[in-house]
Protein backbone atom coordinates (compact mmCIF):
# COMPACT_ATOMS: atom_id res chain seq x y z
CA UNK A 1 0.00 0.00 0.00
CA UNK A 2 1.70 3.04 -1.05
CA UNK A 3 1.38 5.95 1.91
CA UNK A 4 -0.51 8.88 1.37
CA UNK A 5 0.79 11.85 0.46
CA UNK A 6 0.87 14.45 2.49
CA UNK A 7 -1.21 17.97 1.60
CA UNK A 8 0.57 20.87 0.54
CA UNK A 9 0.23 23.77 2.12
CA UNK A 10 -0.90 26.77 -0.07
CA UNK A 11 2.81 29.32 -0.80
CA UNK A 12 3.31 32.23 1.13
CA UNK A 13 5.32 35.28 0.35
CA UNK A 14 6.33 36.77 3.54
CA UNK A 15 7.84 40.33 3.08
CA UNK A 16 8.08 43.96 3.97
CA UNK A 17 10.18 43.62 7.10
CA UNK A 18 9.49 46.72 9.68
CA UNK A 19 12.21 48.69 11.39
CA UNK A 20 10.43 48.81 15.20
CA UNK A 21 10.71 45.75 15.87
CA UNK A 22 14.08 45.35 15.25
CA UNK A 23 15.66 47.62 17.35
CA UNK A 24 19.39 47.83 18.10
CA UNK A 25 18.27 47.63 22.21
CA UNK A 26 15.75 46.64 24.30
CA UNK A 27 13.37 49.39 23.71
CA UNK A 28 12.15 49.59 27.61
CA UNK A 29 15.26 49.53 28.86
CA UNK A 30 17.36 51.77 26.38
CA UNK A 31 21.24 51.83 27.74
CA UNK A 32 22.63 55.23 28.71
CA UNK A 33 24.74 57.50 26.28
CA UNK A 34 27.87 56.77 27.16
CA UNK A 35 30.36 54.24 28.28
CA UNK A 36 31.49 56.11 30.80
CA UNK A 37 28.30 56.42 32.86
CA UNK A 38 27.56 52.64 32.41
CA UNK A 39 26.18 51.13 36.02
CA UNK A 40 28.45 49.21 38.40
CA UNK A 41 27.76 45.38 38.62
CA UNK A 42 28.80 42.22 39.24
CA UNK A 43 29.94 40.70 35.72
CA UNK A 44 28.12 37.29 35.30
CA UNK A 45 29.00 34.10 33.24
CA UNK A 46 31.94 34.59 30.54
CA UNK A 47 31.65 38.19 31.22
CA UNK A 48 34.66 39.70 33.01
CA UNK A 49 35.50 43.51 33.79
CA UNK A 50 38.02 45.72 33.88
CA UNK A 51 38.81 49.78 34.45
CA UNK A 52 40.05 52.18 31.92
CA UNK A 53 40.43 55.43 33.65
CA UNK A 54 38.78 54.91 36.43
CA UNK A 55 35.94 53.39 34.56
CA UNK A 56 34.45 49.65 34.47
CA UNK A 57 34.14 48.40 31.26
CA UNK A 58 32.09 44.92 31.11
CA UNK A 59 32.72 42.24 28.14
CA UNK A 60 32.03 38.78 26.77
CA UNK A 61 35.46 36.59 26.68
CA UNK A 62 35.56 33.55 25.17
CA UNK A 63 38.68 31.39 24.05
CA UNK A 64 38.56 29.58 20.33
CA UNK A 65 41.29 28.22 17.83
CA UNK A 66 41.80 31.65 16.27
CA UNK A 67 45.14 32.91 15.93
CA UNK A 68 44.28 36.56 16.88
CA UNK A 69 42.25 38.45 19.19
CA UNK A 70 38.96 39.45 18.20
CA UNK A 71 36.78 42.33 19.20
CA UNK A 72 33.19 42.84 18.43
CA UNK A 73 30.89 45.71 19.48
CA UNK A 74 27.18 44.76 19.40
CA UNK A 75 23.44 45.41 20.53
CA UNK A 76 24.75 43.70 23.69
CA UNK A 77 28.33 45.24 24.15
CA UNK A 78 31.87 44.10 23.87
CA UNK A 79 32.65 40.74 22.84
CA UNK A 80 36.38 39.80 22.89
CA UNK A 81 37.43 36.06 21.29
CA UNK A 82 40.82 35.35 21.71
CA UNK A 83 43.75 31.94 21.08
CA UNK A 84 43.59 29.65 23.92
CA UNK A 85 47.64 30.53 24.49
CA UNK A 86 46.91 34.27 24.70
CA UNK A 87 47.21 35.50 28.42
CA UNK A 88 44.38 37.69 30.44
CA UNK A 89 46.88 40.22 30.62
CA UNK A 90 47.78 40.44 26.80
CA UNK A 91 44.06 40.40 26.32
CA UNK A 92 43.37 43.73 28.59
CA UNK A 93 46.42 44.79 26.94
CA UNK A 94 45.04 44.49 23.48
CA UNK A 95 41.37 46.28 24.65
CA UNK A 96 43.55 49.50 25.90
CA UNK A 97 45.40 49.61 23.04
CA UNK A 98 41.53 49.64 21.14
CA UNK A 99 39.95 51.50 24.01
CA UNK A 100 39.04 54.62 22.14
CA UNK A 101 37.68 52.48 19.14
CA UNK A 102 36.10 50.49 21.32
CA UNK A 103 34.04 53.59 23.35
CA UNK A 104 33.41 55.18 20.53
CA UNK A 105 31.95 52.36 18.68
CA UNK A 106 29.99 51.57 22.05
CA UNK A 107 28.54 55.06 22.44
CA UNK A 108 27.59 55.05 18.73
CA UNK A 109 25.24 51.80 19.59
CA UNK A 110 23.70 53.47 22.49
CA UNK A 111 22.74 56.75 20.73
CA UNK A 112 21.21 54.86 17.90
CA UNK A 113 19.24 52.73 20.61
CA UNK A 114 18.01 56.02 22.50
CA UNK A 115 16.91 57.16 18.90
CA UNK A 116 14.68 54.10 18.43
CA UNK A 117 13.28 53.55 21.87
CA UNK A 118 9.38 52.98 21.14
CA UNK A 119 7.43 55.34 23.33
CA UNK A 120 5.11 53.96 26.28
CA UNK A 121 1.96 55.69 26.63
CA UNK A 122 0.50 57.02 29.89
CA UNK A 123 -2.67 55.97 29.91
CA UNK A 124 -5.11 58.58 31.42
CA UNK A 125 -7.61 61.28 29.81
CA UNK A 126 -5.37 63.44 27.13
CA UNK A 127 -3.40 60.51 25.92
CA UNK A 128 -1.75 60.69 22.34
CA UNK A 129 -0.93 58.11 19.98
CA UNK A 130 -0.28 58.03 16.37
CA UNK A 131 -3.32 57.38 14.00
CA UNK A 132 -3.49 57.75 10.49
CA UNK A 133 -0.20 59.86 10.42
CA UNK A 134 -1.93 62.46 12.86
CA UNK A 135 -1.83 63.17 16.66
CA UNK A 136 -5.19 61.13 18.14
CA UNK A 137 -5.90 62.45 21.48
CA UNK A 138 -8.00 60.29 23.72
CA UNK A 139 -10.40 61.54 26.41
CA UNK A 140 -12.39 59.79 29.01
CA UNK A 141 -16.36 59.77 29.38
CA UNK A 142 -17.65 59.49 26.01
CA UNK A 143 -21.24 58.97 25.10
CA UNK A 144 -22.70 55.36 26.77
CA UNK A 145 -22.28 51.80 24.79
CA UNK A 146 -19.93 53.52 21.98
CA UNK A 147 -16.26 55.29 21.36
CA UNK A 148 -16.67 57.93 19.19
CA UNK A 149 -13.45 58.96 17.01
CA UNK A 150 -13.94 63.46 15.89
CA UNK A 151 -12.22 63.59 13.10
CA UNK A 152 -12.07 67.26 13.35
CA UNK A 153 -10.35 67.51 16.27
CA UNK A 154 -8.58 63.63 16.05
CA UNK A 155 -9.90 63.06 19.54
CA UNK A 156 -11.12 59.64 20.41
CA UNK A 157 -14.01 59.78 23.04
CA UNK A 158 -14.25 56.65 24.99
CA UNK A 159 -17.15 55.40 26.97
CA UNK A 160 -15.17 55.14 30.53
CA UNK A 161 -15.80 56.82 33.18
CA UNK A 162 -12.41 59.28 34.76
CA UNK A 163 -11.22 56.92 36.83
CA UNK A 164 -10.53 54.38 34.32
CA UNK A 165 -7.84 51.51 34.72
CA UNK A 166 -4.99 52.10 32.02
CA UNK A 167 -5.24 48.37 30.91
CA UNK A 168 -8.53 49.20 30.30
CA UNK A 169 -8.34 52.05 28.63
CA UNK A 170 -5.31 50.45 26.52
CA UNK A 171 -7.90 47.52 25.67
CA UNK A 172 -10.56 49.77 24.33
CA UNK A 173 -8.18 51.45 22.45
CA UNK A 174 -6.47 48.59 20.53
CA UNK A 175 -9.41 47.30 19.86
CA UNK A 176 -11.04 50.44 18.18
CA UNK A 177 -7.82 50.41 16.23
CA UNK A 178 -7.46 47.10 15.03
CA UNK A 179 -11.07 47.50 14.01
CA UNK A 180 -10.30 50.48 12.17
CA UNK A 181 -7.71 48.77 10.48
CA UNK A 182 -9.85 46.16 9.38
CA UNK A 183 -12.29 48.10 7.44
CA UNK A 184 -9.75 50.34 6.14
CA UNK A 185 -7.72 47.56 4.85
CA UNK A 186 -10.32 46.14 3.68
CA UNK A 187 -11.70 49.17 1.77
CA UNK A 188 -8.32 50.17 0.37
CA UNK A 189 -7.79 46.07 -0.81
CA UNK A 190 -10.29 46.89 -3.24
CA UNK A 191 -9.52 49.52 -4.65
CA UNK A 192 -6.00 48.61 -5.38
CA UNK A 193 -7.27 45.38 -6.34
CA UNK A 194 -9.96 46.42 -8.91
CA UNK A 195 -6.87 48.71 -10.60
CA UNK A 196 -4.42 46.01 -11.05
CA UNK A 197 -7.16 43.14 -11.85
CA UNK A 198 -6.97 40.97 -9.17
CA UNK A 199 -8.67 40.06 -6.12
CA UNK A 200 -7.63 39.01 -2.52
CA UNK A 201 -9.59 35.68 -0.95
CA UNK A 202 -9.13 36.77 2.26
CA UNK A 203 -7.96 39.62 4.86
CA UNK A 204 -6.83 38.41 8.04
CA UNK A 205 -4.94 41.07 10.72
CA UNK A 206 -1.41 40.67 11.89
CA UNK A 207 0.36 41.31 15.46
CA UNK A 208 3.61 39.98 13.99
CA UNK A 209 6.78 41.49 15.12
CA UNK A 210 9.24 41.11 11.84
CA UNK A 211 6.56 41.53 9.10
CA UNK A 212 4.24 44.07 7.74
CA UNK A 213 2.26 41.83 5.13
CA UNK A 214 2.31 38.82 3.55
CA UNK A 215 0.46 37.19 0.43
CA UNK A 216 -0.07 33.63 -0.22
CA UNK A 217 -0.77 32.11 -3.58
CA UNK A 218 -4.16 31.43 -3.14
CA UNK A 219 -5.06 35.59 -2.26
CA UNK A 220 -4.88 35.59 1.13
CA UNK A 221 -3.08 38.88 2.64
CA UNK A 222 -2.24 39.59 5.94
CA UNK A 223 -1.62 42.88 7.13
CA UNK A 224 -0.19 44.09 10.40
CA UNK A 225 -2.75 46.34 12.24
CA UNK A 226 -0.45 48.59 13.65
CA UNK A 227 0.13 50.18 9.95
CA UNK A 228 -2.84 51.84 10.97
CA UNK A 229 -0.37 54.53 12.73
CA UNK A 230 0.47 55.61 9.44
CA UNK A 231 -0.52 57.87 6.99
CA UNK A 232 -2.60 56.52 4.08
CA UNK A 233 0.31 56.86 1.72
CA UNK A 234 2.18 54.10 3.49
CA UNK A 235 -1.21 51.69 4.47
CA UNK A 236 -1.62 51.90 0.43
CA UNK A 237 1.83 51.13 -0.88
CA UNK A 238 1.74 47.70 1.64
CA UNK A 239 -1.30 47.08 0.06
CA UNK A 240 -0.33 47.68 -3.45
CA UNK A 241 2.87 45.41 -2.70
CA UNK A 242 0.85 42.51 -1.06
CA UNK A 243 -1.67 42.68 -4.19
CA UNK A 244 0.97 42.72 -6.49
CA UNK A 245 2.43 39.03 -5.17
CA UNK A 246 -0.76 37.99 -6.54
CA UNK A 247 0.88 39.10 -10.49
CA UNK A 248 3.82 37.92 -9.33
CA UNK A 249 5.48 35.60 -5.96
CA UNK A 250 8.38 37.12 -5.95
CA UNK A 251 10.67 40.89 -6.56
CA UNK A 252 11.55 41.11 -9.27
CA UNK A 253 11.55 43.87 -12.44
CA UNK A 254 8.28 42.71 -13.16
CA UNK A 255 6.52 42.97 -9.81
CA UNK A 256 8.13 46.38 -9.03
CA UNK A 257 6.50 47.07 -12.55
CA UNK A 258 2.91 45.80 -11.14
CA UNK A 259 3.12 47.91 -8.27
CA UNK A 260 4.45 50.90 -9.91
CA UNK A 261 1.70 50.78 -12.31
CA UNK A 262 -1.40 51.48 -9.26
CA UNK A 263 1.05 53.43 -6.95
CA UNK A 264 3.68 55.14 -8.66
CA UNK A 265 4.65 57.00 -5.72
CA UNK A 266 5.59 53.57 -4.22
CA UNK A 267 9.21 54.94 -3.90
CA UNK A 268 8.90 57.51 -1.05
CA UNK A 269 6.32 55.70 0.94
CA UNK A 270 8.72 52.40 1.01
CA UNK A 271 10.91 54.70 2.28
CA UNK A 272 9.17 56.13 4.94
CA UNK A 273 8.28 53.05 6.15
CA UNK A 274 11.79 51.81 6.43
CA UNK A 275 13.20 55.04 8.01
CA UNK A 276 9.56 55.99 10.18
CA UNK A 277 10.33 57.70 13.61
CA UNK A 278 9.91 55.24 16.79
CA UNK A 279 7.03 57.45 17.80
CA UNK A 280 4.76 56.55 14.93
CA UNK A 281 4.38 52.82 16.22
CA UNK A 282 4.14 53.48 19.70
CA UNK A 283 4.44 50.45 22.53
CA UNK A 284 0.41 49.53 23.08
Known sequence: MSKARPATRPRRHEDIAPQLELPLFDAGAAPSSSPETEPRRVPAGNERVMLIEAQPLYYRFKRSSRRTIGFMIDE???????????????????????????????????????????????????????????????RLGGHPGASLYDIATHTLW?????????????????GWLQQEARKLFATRLDVYGERLGVRHTALALSSAATRWGSCSADGRIRLNWRLIHFPLGVIDYVVAHELAHLKEMNHGPRFWRAVASIFPEFEAARDTLKSHAPEWVPEL
Not at 110 to 118: G, N, S, V, Y
Not at 158 to 174: G, Y
Open 76 to 138: AGLSVTAPRWVTLAEVEAAILEKKRWIFSKIAEYRERATRRAIPKIHWADGATLPYLGHKLTI
Open 158 to 174: LDLPPQAAPTQMRDRVQ
